[in-house]
T-cell receptor, first 112, second 110 residues
């Protein structure tokens, strides 16, 4: 079956360290993959998009990698801050119709 | 101030009652989506519309209905046929690849 998986356990990181979140998928060949941030009781907010022919994408303290051989995307936050605490969702587009398939998200907690 | 709005923030449904969730956008996006979010699960697509007067069922459309009479508006009705409606409902619009979400409506059953 087709699946997209994120670590369901919360990730606790000390402030200033790099946080790394994982998104694994099976039985898809996605055209691109996206990462969103969701705060409690609010809608997700788009962060980054990476295409199948791109290995890495950066935006300020954020970095996303995409390994189509491993069927995995990694999301990094460098110099993490307590304000980065949120749930991070990955979503992939399996074909060209722009419908997203969503992971359940990983809760990130940055401790001061 | 452009954006996407949803109302109400909280909605209570009595058994056997239909309720309608509002979603409005002024971003001039053609595509609009309704998702349901339950704890520990990814967003699940209920309905989507890529153009006015046209919409398609998503993965969990049973017990829900929508309309798309205007580009700006995409209301979702939760019918009495939806036996487990308690969830957080999210509306999104999109110009293409990325999606822009509203603040959500939390539906609770009395």
């Amino acid at each position: 079956s087709q699946k997209i998986e994120q670590n369901s356990e919360a990730l606790n990181i000390q402030e200033g360290k790099t946080a790394t979140l994982t998104c694994n998928y099976t039985n898809y060949s996605p055209a691109y993959l996206q990462w969103y941030r969701q705060d409690p009781g609010r809608g997700p907010v788009f962060l980054l998009l990476i295409r199948e022919n791109e290995k890495e994408k950066r935006k300020e303290r954020l970095k996303v990698t995409f390994d189509t051989t491993l069927k995995q995307s990694l999301f990094h936050i460098t110099a993490s801050q307590p304000a980065d605490s949120a749930t991070y969702l990955c979503a992939l587009v399996p074909d060209s119709n722009y419908q997203l398939i969503w992971g359940a998200g990983t809760k990130l907690i940055i401790k001061p | 101030d452009g954006g996407i709005t949803q109302s109400p923030k909280y909605l209570f449904r009595k058994e056997g009652q239909n309720v309608t969730l509002s979603c409005e956008q002024n971003l001039n996006h053609d595509a609009m989506y309704w998702y349901r979010q339950d704890p520990g699960q990814g967003l699940r697509l209920i309905y989507y519309s890529q153009i006015v007067n046209d919409f398609q069922k998503g993965d969990i459309a049973e017990g829900y209905s929508v309309s798309r009479e205007k580009k700006e508006s995409f209301p979702l009705t939760v019918t009495s046929a939806q036996k487990n409606p308690t969830a957080f409902y999210l509306c999104a619009s999109s110009p293409g690849e990325t999606q822009y979400f509203g603040p959500g409506t939390r539906l609770l059953v009395l």
